[in-house]
């Protein structure tokens, strides 16, 4: 078999053994929120009563291990079962929700990789000169800031002063694609601002560190330009430190921007997931949780193969 | 008239603006003054002549609505959801603005004379959303399954009084087990929505006799209405034609919305914004003192606050006035130890006021002879809104008294499942009820199930059973003043604050109307105002 395809197998296989690990450990912490379901709905107007009833209805008397694989059976021939807190399809709520979270993510990505880039060659092209300066203190700028202080004041100059965008990015199917890309303006805005820093100075370290190399001079002494040495030699050896940082970035896009959904009103998985944890819905949260994991741990795994692909020494080993 | 001298007609109306200050104010933005007096004119004339009109979409914005939410009325417990049956669904009776009954589905309410017997006629020839007309047997079908004890209505606990029920003709009959001169008050509980069949076939079908029927249904995000034709009392209610509610949890979301325009209404102002969000054009902040409070509650049962002296210690010690001033920003009125205020029939005024006194809390305190080792006060942010700074601002005076208040911060996460009603000394809050029996019965009655400060007392519980039979308001009020009393004196409850309800409100919406039996006019302003523009 070839190296490659073994290596790529084997991250295959060990990213299904983390994913199995993350459903122990997040069935794990759901048991140990304080509290149950039954507790949660019926809220300040539980009675004893209405308690016993509601947990029996609710299936929660029986073992946690029972539960756990009931579930986990369940969620690999796709039946994500009802919420318990009411009643509906959850495969069809998380897929409406994710849908939302994935467009969200992918105009925002569209929007902050390619920029971060860009920008990182820029400042080293200019490196500490004023370009790069100022780039690095607005994009550092950008990032120190709380996310939702960066929303809010987005909202009060574009939204409420010029009036330009909508401060409410409630999404639905309804609507064209412009009234969508028009709703999610300024969050796209605020996640933008607040990724781009993180990929832009990976970006500028990775290819500045290249630069170093012996090679790099020899094309510097053959007279080449800098922005074609940047493009034809140094950043096709800086790609897997990037690709890397990218992709957390690209995570973060997908299962951190909770916070964001919150200040906009956007539904998307963030907002779901910890309204299903306040009401101690167990499935939801368990589906959200392993649909979160298997985000990260694929959008890594790419990362990974695309290190791999990208490396002559790891495509071609002794 | 451009948006700033709307918003200043506005103020002179509103009485916050002199006539003088307005023509200077006009005059500034390049308007004569006799232009300036007839757009005065004009506002006034308009705002008297106000006639409701229909069409148009109202958008609201909401707090209070989360992914988890149905539109079944057994469940609703808070705004959002709250919002959403009151647009498809209506009740037996309703409390009105003034505290009075104002009836819905029933025509007539009649009581024997030992009010032990209820006759509600129903009103004929209504149709519900589904076509069919609404009938005596499903107002029974309504109550039975609310009162099933397998139910998990927050209904459940005000139907358990019910001794029987039965439809006779177009009455609808309540046997009660006590007398209970209130019961109207009881069956204009939210949770009591007439549906078809009492919603035993699919609870959350959101069908229902009110104005509008559901059109888009995604809990925590937005839910969508459009006006029926065939609703039957469309000359007082559903005005525009339809209704969009969007769930805006977070309190800038929501004011930013209010502010670009892109909703009408608002609920839940937090108190430290309200007067900056006045001072902006195009809208208002609407503010009602309502039956809501805020409450520290201690276990009477538990050492020390079984000991009187040591609750009056913490009654004189903390500081009332301030706790308005600096928790709700004056939007709320002081407490006295007793969870009733003058936004309840039945009153007694001439209860005095207890007054922060550090000497009568140290003379207290010492009489107690409690050992010093520290009270121990749990608090969260969810609590009530400012309950961690509520907390710290009663432990600085209890420590000018030399009592050693120490408080706990818990997470929100689980304080109604772990703290509240379990820890002996916490923070809470309660949402007020439309009568002083019911509030009582909930919370104050030896056997209820939120009895929250262990305040078990015969006496007192026996006093509560003559004030429902009695029918006779003057020695009605006269039993609930005592009851007042005896709470404020010895009870477990120490209670700072009436909170206001404080909505926003776009100046596009006629009929706003406040209501203190709840929140945006007892959460009917979308149904029962209109959009001036329409």
Known sequence: MHPIIKLIAQRLALGLMLLFAASILIFGGTMMLPGDVAQQILGQSATPESLANLRAELGLNDPPITRYFNWLGGFLTGDLGTALSNGRDIGESVSFRLGNTLFLAFWAAAISVPLAIFLGLLAVRYKDRWPDKLISAVTLTTISIPEFMIGYILIYWISIQLGWFSSVSIIYDTMTLGEKLNAIAIPVMVLTLVVLAHMMRMTRAAILNVMQSAYIETAELKGMGMLKIIRKHAFPNAIAPIVNVVMLNLAYLVVGVVVIEVVFAYPGMGQYLVDHVSKRDVPVVQACGLIFAAVYIGLNLVADIVSILANPRLRHPK | ?534
């Open chain 2, 1 to 534: 008239m451009n948006d700033q001298l709307k918003h200043l007609t506005g103020e002179v109306a509103k009485g916050k603006m002199t006539r003088r200050e307005f023509v200077g104010r006009a005059a500034a933005l390049g308007v004569t003054a006799a232009v300036a007096n007839s757009m005065l004119a004009e506002s006034a004339r308009a705002d008297a002549h106000a006639m409701p009109k229909r069409g148009g979409m109202m958008r609201i914005g909401s707090s209070g609505g989360e992914s988890t939410n149905t539109q079944d009325p057994a469940l609703v417990a808070s705004e959002a959801p709250l919002n959403n049956i009151r647009s498809w669904g209506e009740l037996l009776v309703e409390v009105d603005s003034e505290g009075l009954i104002e009836n819905r589905m029933a025509e007539s309410v009649e009581a024997s004379a030992d009010a032990k017997t209820w006759v509600f006629k129903i009103r004929k020839g209504i149709p519900f959303s589904n076509g069919k007309d609404m009938t005596p047997d499903d107002v029974l079908k309504t109550m039975q399954r609310h009162s099933n004890e397998e139910s998990q209505s927050g209904a459940l606990g005000i139907m358990k009084g019910i001794a029987d029920m039965k439809v006779d003709g177009d009455n609808f009959i309540v046997e009660l087990e006590t007398a209970n001169a209130d019961l109207p008050y009881l069956m204009a509980d939210y949770h009591l929505m007439i549906q078809p069949n009492g919603g035993m076939d699919d609870p959350a079908a959101a069908i229902g006799t009110g104005p509008y029927t559901l059109e888009i249904d995604e809990p925590g995000v937005r839910h969508a209405y459009k006006r029926r034709e065939d609703y039957w009392d469309a000359e007082n209610r559903g005005f525009a034609d339809e209704i969009e509610q969007l769930v805006l949890n977070d309190a800038t979301a929501r004011t930013a919305a209010l502010q670009s325009g892109q909703v009408h209404i608002i609920n839940r102002i937090d108190p430290k914004v309200a007067s900056l969000l006045d001072r902006a054009p195009g809208l208002r902040v609407e503010s009602v003192a309502g039956r809501g409070h805020y409450v520290f509650i201690a276990h009477v049962d538990t050492e020390p606050f079984s000991n009187n002296d040591v609750m009056l210690a913490l009654k004189y010690a903390i500081n009332r006035e301030e706790m308005v001033d600096k928790i709700l920003r004056g939007y709320g009125s002081v407490g006295n130890d007793f969870p009733i205020n003058a936004s309840y029939p039945l009153f007694d005024d001439s209860i005095p006021q207890r007054e922060h006194s550090i000497e009568k809390a140290r003379e207290h305190y010492e009489k107690s002879g409690h050992d010093g080792s520290p009270i121990i006060l749990r608090v969260a942010d969810g609590a009530f809104p400012g309950a961690v700074d509520a907390a710290a601002l009663f432990q600085e005076t209890a420590k000018a008294a030399g009592i050693p208040l120490e408080i706990k911060r818990e997470p929100n996460d689980g304080y109604w499942s772990e703290v509240w009603n379990v820890q002996p000394f916490c923070a809470s809050y309660w949402g007020g009820r439309p009568v002083q029996d019911q509030m009582y019965t909930t919370a104050y009655l030896s056997t209820a199930d939120w009895n929250d400060t262990r305040w078990k007392r015969p006496e007192f519980d026996k006093m509560l059973n003559a004030a429902k039979a009695e029918l006779d308001a003057v020695k009605r009020k006269e039993i609930y003043s005592q009851m007042g009393r005896m709470l404020r004196e010895e009870g477990g409850v120490i209670l700072p604050m009436f909170n206001d309800f404080v909505a926003g409100v776009s100046d596009d919406i006629g009929g706003w109307n406040n209501d203190p039996n709840g929140p945006v006019m007892n959460n009917m302003s979308h149904i029962k105002c209109w959009l001036k523009d329409a």
